[in-house]
DNA sequence: GTGAATTAGTCAGGGCACTGATTATTTCTC
DNA sequence: GAGAAATAATCAGTGCCCTGACTAATTCAC
């Protein structure tokens, strides 16, 4: 008695949502190259030479998770990781050059992969979904770092 | 070069979301009872008895995951697992009382959290965005068991 | 220029999520 | 009723995700 229907809570949608994305991501675009490995090496496609930080900026993961991805993808050689001579803190990353023909396919597939996912919904309703999805996430974001208060002069 | 914009492949935005919904979540509900925990516990408080595998269909997680999960309510002693004397394969689950009271602390500090997190959207859309969660979510789910075709008589 | 913050990365530890193999029990079939 | 198929749970292994403690390098402040 007293049960909830977790149909109606977003956090609970949100996992089976994520859930549902996995397992087409396997069947359609790759068994091998998880999601978020994909998106690290777009990060460092978009911008070669990135360190390990800055690519957990760009695609929303921590430093520690950062570190085991960049560590499985360098395992798998699609990924190079060399000290910053001008930062000795830092390590740049770069693609090899399979890692951006893996990269290159990888992107065409994902695309059709998010046809599929979101074919259920009409055109608008697929615009919608995205920019719902995204405004949440957004200002659930900013709850972590409430704006920067400037110090006193 | 080549790089994909990840804010509209809607498998990144979902990771994105359950994170977002993660830190609220520990903000605002428990950081010692985590989301899937209380799905289970409010699974077992809307069908005492249930069996894990059940349990797992009716929150979505597999078999695993779900033993993982019992097995630390058990620890906590929110939760209790006895074998079915009519099937000696089954568990049966049952909440303790700690665990149903914590269930029902739980409950109400939920909503107050989902409110939270659905704010940014006007009422509307907040109906729609729970809506169209589901639709993806569901069609996506059904491509994994495509519809038992009959064995021929 | 030196000591104190700050910053990039690692490591240990906990939790979620899945697959494939294994074990124990039940059910089906003959 | 005995062997075969099915079912519930566990286990090992992989990967994602986070926090808090730590190390090494740089930058700031005086």
Chains 1, 2 share one sequence.
Not at 85 to 112: F, K, M, S
């Amino acid at each position: 008695m007293a049960a909830v229907d977790l149909t109606t809570h977003p956090g609970h949608l949100a996992r089976r949502l994520q859930q549902a994305h996995t397992l087409l991501w396997n069947a359609m675009v790759s068994e091998e190259i998880t999601s978020p490995q994909f998106a690290v090496m777009n990060a460092v496609t978009a911008e070669p030479g990135l360190d390990q930080r800055t690519v957990g900026e760009r695609v929303s993961l921590d430093r520690s998770t950062v570190a085991e991805v960049v560590g499985r993808l360098i395992r798998r050689e699609l990924l190079d990781k060399v000290r910053d001579p001008q930062d000795g803190r830092r390590y740049l990353l770069r693609l090899t050059e399979e890692g951006a023909r893996v990269h290159r396919r990888l992107t065409l597939r994902a695309a059709r992969m998010n046809q599929v996912l979101l074919a259920p919904l009409s055109s608008e309703e697929q615009g919608l979904f995205v920019d719902l999805i995204r405004r949440v996430s957004e200002a659930a974001e900013e709850l972590r770092q409430p704006v920067q208060v400037p110090p006193r002069p």
